[in-house]
Antibody, heavy 119, light 112 residues
Framework: EVQLVESGGGLVQPGGSLRLSCAAS????????MNWVRQAPGKGLEWVSF????????YYADSVKGRFTISRDNAKNSLYLQMNSLRDEDTAVYYC????????????WGQGTLVTVSS | DIVMTQTPLSSPVTLGQPASLSCRSS???????????LSWLQQRPGQPPRLLIY???NRFSGVPDRFSGSGAGTDFTLKISRVEAEDVGVYYC?????????FGQGTKLEIK
């Protein structure tokens, strides 16, 4: 069974930093591309970042470019999102989502972790 | 960026009746490999999104056959043949043809 479990969310002040993790199991993590997608309270879905299986292709939404860094450790079956210079508008539930070849987008999603940026 | 526009924003439906949700993209979603990477996702209240349909019309694993997708180019439709109570939630279309990936604003499916 495919499982994605996010962690690392919490309350942080504007300008602060947070590192999110996503633990993957039930599939060969090293062969899949991965995404981070977020959802502000009561709002729709917003794609944040993509990383290829070998980390040689990385993309970001303009809203986070230069502040967020996506990475992965295939030996640990883990995906990360380093978030710096956090703003109020970064408050959201952050989901990690798997990308399958031939499907694109996202086929399996984690339960999400809530990041609240507030003073 | 490709803008995804969904209509209606809210769809009250009677149980057992069909529902039709639309999604339009601001430009063609046909990728250079000939595929169209348009997906439909369902988000039930308090739950993460769940993939229903990928590449316009392919049902994902475990998705009931009352869900079907159609369309081409820039216009796409998700149909539910007979709405059940468990179908309540928000439905999003998503394009993965071009970065940045983008989502529609969502259609809220409600029971009358």
């Amino acid at each position: 069974e495919v499982q994605l479990v996010e962690s690392g969310g919490g309350l942080v002040q504007p300008g602060g930093s947070l590192r999110l993790s996503c633990a993957a199991s039930g599939f060969t993590f090293s062969t899949y591309n991965m995404n981070w997608v977020r959802q502000a309270p009561g709002k729709g879905l917003e794609w944040v970042s993509f990383i290829s299986s070998s980390s040689n292709a990385i993309y970001y939404a303009d809203s986070v470019k230069g502040r967020f860094t996506i990475s992965r450790d295939n030996a640990k079956n883990s995906l990360y999102l380093q978030m710096n210079s956090l703003r109020d508008e970064d408050t959201a539930v952050y989901y990690c989502a798997r990308v399958s070849v031939g499907i694109a987008g996202a086929d399996y999603w984690g339960q999400g972790t809530l990041v609240t940026v507030s003073s | 960026d490709i803008v995804m526009t969904q209509t209606p924003l809210s769809s009250p439906v009677t149980l057992g009746q069909p529902a039709s949700l639309s999604c339009r993209s601001s430009q063609s979603l046909v990728y250079s490999d000939g595929n169209t990477y348009l997906s439909w996702l369902q988000q039930r209240p308090g739950q993460p999104p769940r993939l229903l349909i990928y590449k316009i019309s392919n049902r994902f694993s475990g998705v009931p056959d009352r869900f079907s997708g159609s369309g081409a180019g820039t216009d796409f439709t998700l149909k539910i043949s007979r709405v059940e109570a468990e179908d309540v939630g928000v439905y999003y279309c998503m394009q993965a043809t071009q970065f940045p990936y983008t989502f529609g604003q969502g259609t809220k499916l409600e029971i009358k």
